[in-house]
Each structure stands twice: as structure tokens, then as C-alpha cells.
């Protein structure tokens, strides 16, 4: 690590995943069931339920997996940041989204946070919360409390 690296670390943990699980859940459990297409008479609708009915299956099982992962850390810099060993600059974060409990650090050129920069601290979250904004204010990147968009 270099030395613009505070000794300051702070434990982080994915979202809580009940929203999205539910979201995805829900229609899973209709399609599942509804009555059975017959594939000669519904080719396509039989196939496509197949499909949907896989791809559901599958982002549960990415959801729990997710969830399941363990701690990781938060390293401050004075003009970057480490998140689970990944660094990031203050001049590729082009916004910071902060939803309850949830932040997502959403990169330059992104609509979309990655799952990998969308986090939820475990200790002590107002004082967190608290070096997040000055840390936010001092690289002169944007703070918004408002829901944002994530990979599952």
C-alpha cells in the first residue's frame, strides 16, 4: 500500500438480500404454479417459462451466495478508497448512494452499481457514516440518500 492510506479500516458486509430475494421469489413461485403448457401446442411459451423459470433459480442461488459471503474491509485513503481489496480512485466515483443502512459506490462511467461496491457497515455506523460524508466532501463527490439501481 502506499502512503496516502489512513490506518483506518472499517468492517463492511453485503445487503441485507430480503427485498431482492422476494422480488425474485414471487415469480418464481407463479410461474411454478400455473398449470402446465403443453410444448406441442405452446412451443415457445413452454420454452420460455423453462428459461425464466432457470434464470430464476440461478439469481436466487448468486442472492444467497452474496449474502453468505463473509466481512469484508474499508480501507480510507486520502484519495481513494480499498473495498474488499479493490481499489478505487476519487476521481473514478462518480456518485456515492447511500439507502437506509445500504451504500453503493457507483464508478465513472456506470448506471448501475456493482455488487461489489454495494455494502452495508457492521460497527458503529454513524461514525462511519460521518467519515464517509467528509471523506465524500473532501474528493468533492456527490452524496445521495435516495434508492439507486444494483446488480442483484
Not at 90 to 98: E, L, M
Not at 119 to 133: I, P, S, W
Request: charge should be positive; glycine fraction near 6%.
Amino acid at each position: 500500500m502506499t502512503g496516502d492510506f489512513l490506518a483506518i479500516t472499517d468492517r463492511i458486509k453485503a445487503p441485507n438480500p430480503v427485498r431482492v430475494l422476494i422480488g425474485v421469489l414471487i415469480p418464481l413461485i407463479i410461474l411454478t404454479l400455473t398449470p402446465n403448457l403443453d410444448p406441442d401446442r405452446h412451443f415457445y411459451l413452454y420454452y420460455i417459462r423453462l428459461v425464466w423459470i432457470g434464470l430464476s433459480i440461478a439469481a436466487c442461488l448468486f442472492i444467497l451466495i452474496n449474502a453468505l459471503r463473509k466481512e469484508g474491509q474499508l480501507q480510507w485513503g486520502t484519495d481513494s478508497l480499498i473495498i474488499r481489496k479493490k481499489r478505487i480512485s476519487a476521481q473514478g466515483i462518480k456518485a456515492i448512494y447511500i439507502d437506509g443502512p445500504i451504500v453503493g459506490i457507483l464508478p465513472a462511467g456506470k448506471w448501475i452499481v456493482p455488487v461489489n461496491l454495494c455494502f452495508r457497515f457492521t460497527e458503529d455506523t454513524v461514525a462511519v457514516r460521518k467519515r464517509l460524508m467528509y471523506w465524500a466532501e473532501e474528493n468533492e463527490i456527490r452524496i445521495k440518500y435516495k434508492r439507486f439501481v444494483r446488480w442483484l
